[in-house]
């Protein structure tokens, strides 16, 4: 199977509506206010042939760069177009010419509803995993989003490769996609419907985290996840008992390599309530949520991601030294692999993580 032609034709030829699709991969879950707001202004041919799994619309965006891979007829990125302001930019790549045409043809119509003088969004014909033939700056954008793309590509270790070069130091890759609890069958993979659904290109999980390592991204942060139901009787028999999940990973290009576990050097920040809509709390991630004016306790690698990002002006840090160390932070959930010789006991039974 072509995997490039395949997508092409499913997206290009077979949907022309959301409603054409058929399971529910491509759904997303609920909305801010304010990007319901947003909304509001996008024409209803972008809002009604929007085939994404999450929402890839991070914090604190205005005044920034940014790429939306697999763009298709721009949703995602005349939302962003409105949050990152008139001296922000949006680029939009994707490689489907009728999704490009929707896109383009609604250029105009947003910089008004904006009031923009000049249009911030640009769309370009690509392939994600091909982005070094784009002529673009490397080191350059602030944030790649993608929603629900990754999957469809053949090569997703190139993406994760070029999406690490174009990003500048400081920069995030936050996207949403489709992962499954085991390895794809090839069968299933060269199954047309259900690589369209964006189910058969689905990463496993945990190759997931080893690749985004293996490309940079040391430490990949899960900011949200739900489970896939396919609603689909024909194509739940065929995948069987995979299970199916959308996620949206948010990773870092920091100066320090961030390291494999959370290491505990006693630092600790205080969030000041300042980033736009979050004004109480904001969260990093799944597990790491900052009330104002609260000091907590973080791992160095959070810290760096705090630090050496966009996020930097919006804390208090505390104790940002690294010379003293305490070993696995006590909130990690990874023990020390040694004996105790007060509690010598092997447990043979206990599960591995």
């Known amino acids: 199977m072509d995997i490039q032609e395949t997508t092409k034709e499913y997206y290009g030829k077979v949907l022309k509506k959301s409603a054409d699709l058929k399971t529910n991969a491509c759904t997303s879950g609920k909305y801010p206010q304010y990007i319901l707001e947003i909304m509001k202004n996008i024409h209803e041919d972008v809002l009604s042939s929007y085939y994404g799994c999450g929402l890839v619309i991070p914090d604190f965006l205005d005044q920034t760069h940014i790429i939306d891979l697999g763009c298709g007829t721009g949703r995602d990125a005349y939302i962003l177009s409105k949050l990152v302001g008139e001296k922000g930019s949006v680029l939009g790549i994707d490689m489907t010419d009728e999704q490009l045409d929707v896109a383009n043809k609604y250029i105009d119509y947003h910089r008004?509803?904006?009031?923009?003088?000049?249009?911030?969004v640009t769309f370009k014909k690509g392939y994600i995993e091909e982005l070094d033939k784009l002529n673009l700056n490397k080191d350059f954008y602030d944030i790649v989003v993608s929603n629900c793309v990754v999957n469809l590509s053949n090569n997703k270790q190139a993406v994760f490769e070029q999406v690490y070069q174009l990003l500048k130091t400081g920069g995030e890759f936050y996207f949403s996609d489709i992962y499954s609890d085991r390895r794809i069958p090839e069968n299933l993979r060269n199954n047309k419907v259900l690589w369209g659904e964006c189910l058969s290109g689905a990463l496993y999980w945990n190759d997931f985290i080893n690749l985004a390592k293996k490309c940079g991204f040391t430490d990949?942060?899960?900011?949200?996840?739900?489970?896939?139901t396919i609603r689909n009787q024909e194509l739940e028999k065929e995948v069987g008992n995979i299970k199916f999940y959308s996620a949206t990973y948010r990773l870092f290009k920091l100066p320090e390599l961030l390291e494999p576990d959370c290491e505990d050097y006693g630092q600790a920040v205080m969030y000041t309530g300042t980033i736009m809509n979050h004004e109480s709390s904001w969260e990093l991630d799944n597990h790491h949520r900052f009330e104002k004016e609260k000091v907590m306790t973080v791992c160095g690698n959070t810290y760096n991601m705090l630090h050496h990002t966009r996020f930097w002006e919006h804390f208090i840090y505390l104790n940002g030294g690294t010379d003293t160390h305490f070993g696995i932070f006590p909130d990690c959930g990874k023990n020390m692999p040694f004996e105790d010789n007060r509690n010598s006991n092997r447990n043979y039974n206990a599960k591995c993580c």
């Open 112 to 120: 008004e509803k904006y009031g923009y003088q000049k249009s911030n």
């Open 220 to 228: 990949p942060r899960l900011v949200s996840s739900n489970r896939i």
